[in-house]
Structure formats: C-alpha cells, structure tokens
C-alpha cells in the first residue's frame, strides 16, 4: 500500500502582501497537492497566485514552475506536484489592499 | 543480559522495555500516528487560546543539510522531524493519542537529536531553547477521585542566548480557560514557558557537535506508574536521575478523557531562527 500523509501547513492565518509557506519535507513522496482553502477575503480578487518553490536544503529556494489561482471565500484550488526532491513550499505576493485568510494543506503520496 | 527473543532485532535491541511493547514508532515507516498537536475551540478557531493556534507540525525527514548531503536516521533514511518557526519561543509538538488497559507501569524510549537550522556558519549551540517529552494521561472512569496528569520533562538547552543544558520538569498546572460559550470545552496551554522546576542533579551536557549540520542520536527514558501517577525512571544517555525528585502536572478529571494516554515531544526554538528536534523511533511498553 502507498504511504500517503496530509499536512496542514498553514490554519487560519491571514495572507496579505508577500507570504510564504513554512518548508515541510517530503522526500519520501513521489506526488504532492498543494489545497488553498479560503476562509475570509478582503479586497481586489484578480491576480491572486501562488507558486510552488523546491530546495535541497530548506533554506534556499527556487521556483519549480507550477502555479495556482487563490480562490475568493469561500473558495478552495489545489495545484499538482511532481519531481520536487526534498523540500516544498508555496509563496506568492498579493496584490495591494487584498488579504486572504486560508487553510493550507499539503497532501502528499510516495 | 537475558533478552526476549522478540528484542534481539536490531531495531528493539537497542531499547530496553518493559514486558509488553505497547507501541514501537520507526518513523522509516512513516509517522506512526505522530500527529499535529492543537488546543480546544468551539464554534470557530478563533476561539483556540492564542499559544494553540499555531503549532508547528510533524513531517518526515532524511536529515539532509546543505553541506553534506543526507544524513538519514540512526537506522534507515527517515525519523520524525518538528519544526519551529523562525520566532522566539514558536513550539513545534507531535503527539499520539490511545488508552490505557491496565493501570500499571509504562515505559517512554526515544532516540532523538536537536539542532538549528543551520542557517549561519556559527557554532548556534545556543539557538534551540528547549526540547521535551511528555504524558497527557486520565485515570478511568471507575476511580474515584480520578485525575488527569501529565508528565512533562525538558531539556532547556539554552535561555537568552546562554548555555543552561538542565533537564526539568512541570508540576505547576497552567490556567484553565473556558473555550466558547456552551460551558462543555476548556483549554490549558501546558507547554507556557512558567512553571518549570530543575530536575535534581539534572544539569547534563549532551554532544552537540560543533556545528549546526552534524547530528548525534541520544537516548531518553522515563518510567511511570499509572496507578501511584508518579514518575519511576528517567535516563537520558549515560545518565539516570533519581524519579522521587521530579513529579507530574496533576488535575482533576475531565469529563470525556478517561484512560487517555497520549505521549507528545516538541521543540522550541530561543530566537528568530528555526529549531528542529529528530526523533529516530519510540518506544511505549508497559509491565
């Protein structure tokens, strides 16, 4: 049987400006999800992404190329992630005056 | 030693419990039911106690730094990682959550280690405050006078920047909050930095290393009785401490925790910087 774990990285926390996920390890997955649940939005709802960055220490950090909508309240998006080695997080920067209050899991699977 | 001929593993030989294995946790299978750790809320989680609202989770980790490479578990790829955030006092906590059948004596063995995120090439011995293990334990629902106790032991490595490297414990309960407005949820936060007294001869310097990304294992033990709701042992390497000198936290019963026993670890970082504790494997047993 495949090992599968969900990690809530991120619970009830606003976003606004630039924001980034804690890293979390995952080098035993093979495939990864990341769900953005809104709870609350504030303001403008255009333009609001995020982006999946790789590291292979936890410290330094580079775009891996996938990217996802935020969703308004109440809203939930994901975004797929294959090939990331050791280390995942999601960061992006919203738009001025805008704020998103979410849930962020990290579903991952070996 | 005479052992069991169920512990000449690799794996167990190394532990030393009591007749019956109640759990044994290698995280190279995964977490093991290691889970996040949150308070009480009710109706919406604003209501949790600040403290509570952000508990850094468990995760899986091989232990790779950036200047060598992986350096895995004490034995397999993967152990147990909690990870602070980067602020002063942020708590990381993993717990597992079953019941007790018999009110007698269990045991808690770990093999873990502790370090910074190596984020400075500086030796940084001083950046992780603390790191801890701990019983969430009720008496069952038959007793009378029942109790709710938890055993909290840490090793407070550091405060402020100075070296204290004391195991303590906490017997002083921490306020109880009534959580939203149906008078039927309650919430303490246990692990507040009050409260903490010196375990007697508990002053131990551990091997930390030199620098941020060589890690060494340690072992830790601690016995306790479920019935007296005292501590019976408490090792950690080569060092044993004498178990009537340290006692647990003590609380009346609560209304829907009876014959809980829930083991829980965390770590605690003492500045802006990320604190990591890693726990290769535990093991519960009982008599």
Not at chain 1, 16 to 37: H, I
Request: a negative charge; glycine letters at 8%.
């Amino acid at each position: 049987m495949r090992q599968s774990h969900t990690a809530v990285i991120e619970r009830n926390v606003w976003w606004e400006g630039a924001f980034a996920t804690e890293p979390y390890e995952a080098a035993w997955a093979s495939e990864a999800l990341f769900f953005v649940r809104t709870l609350e939005s504030r303001g403008p709802e255009g333009g609001m992404t995020a982006r999946v960055q790789i590291s292979p220490d936890g410290m330094v950090w580079c775009d891996e190329g996938t990217r996802m909508t935020l969703p308004a309240a109440p809203g939930l998006d994901f975004c797929r992630v294959r090939h990331f080695g050791g280390w995942l997080r999601l960061c992006g920067e919203l738009p001025p005056e805008s704020s998103l209050r979410v849930i962020v899991y990290l579903v991952l699977k070996a | 030693m005479q052992r069991a001929p169920e512990l000449l593993s690799p794996a167990l030989s190394r532990f030393d419990p009591l007749p019956r294995i109640l759990f044994f946790a290698d995280f190279d299978g995964g977490l093991n039911g290691y889970t996040a750790l949150i308070g009480n809320y009710e109706g919406s989680l604003d209501s949790l106690l600040p403290e509570y609202r952000d508990l850094r989770p468990p995760m899986l980790s091989n232990l790779s730094m950036w200047d060598t490479g992986s350096a895995g578990g004490l034995d397999g790829t993967y152990a147990l990682k909690l990870a602070t955030r980067p602020q002063a006092g942020s708590l990381a906590v993993a717990v597992k959550r079953l019941t007790w059948r018999r009110p007698g004596r269990i045991q808690f063995e770990a093999y873990f280690t502790f370090k910074p995120e190596a984020t400075e090439l500086q030796l940084s011995n001083t950046d992780v405050r603390a790191v801890g293990f701990g019983l969430d334990l009720q008496d069952g629902d038959r007793r009378t006078g029942a109790r709710r106790v938890m055993p909290h032991l840490r090793y407070l490595n550091a405060l402020g920047g100075q070296m204290v490297e004391r195991w303590q414990f906490k017997r002083a309960p921490e306020p109880m909050h009534e959580i939203g407005t149906t008078g039927k949820t309650r919430s303490h936060f246990h692990l507040a930095p009050t409260g903490w007294e010196d375990v007697p001869d508990g002053h131990q310097q551990l091997c930390y290393n030199e620098i941020a990304t060589k890690q060494n294992w340690h072992y830790v033990r601690f016995g306790f009785d479920l019935d007296a709701m005292a501590f019976t042992a408490f090792q950690c390497n080569d060092r044993t401490f004498d178990p009537s000198g340290i006692a647990p936290m003590m609380l009346g019963a609560m209304p829907n925790l009876w014959c809980m026993l829930n083991p829980f670890m965390w770590v605690e970082t003492d500045l802006d910087k990320r604190a990591f504790l890693y726990v290769d494997s535990v093991l519960l047993s009982a008599e």
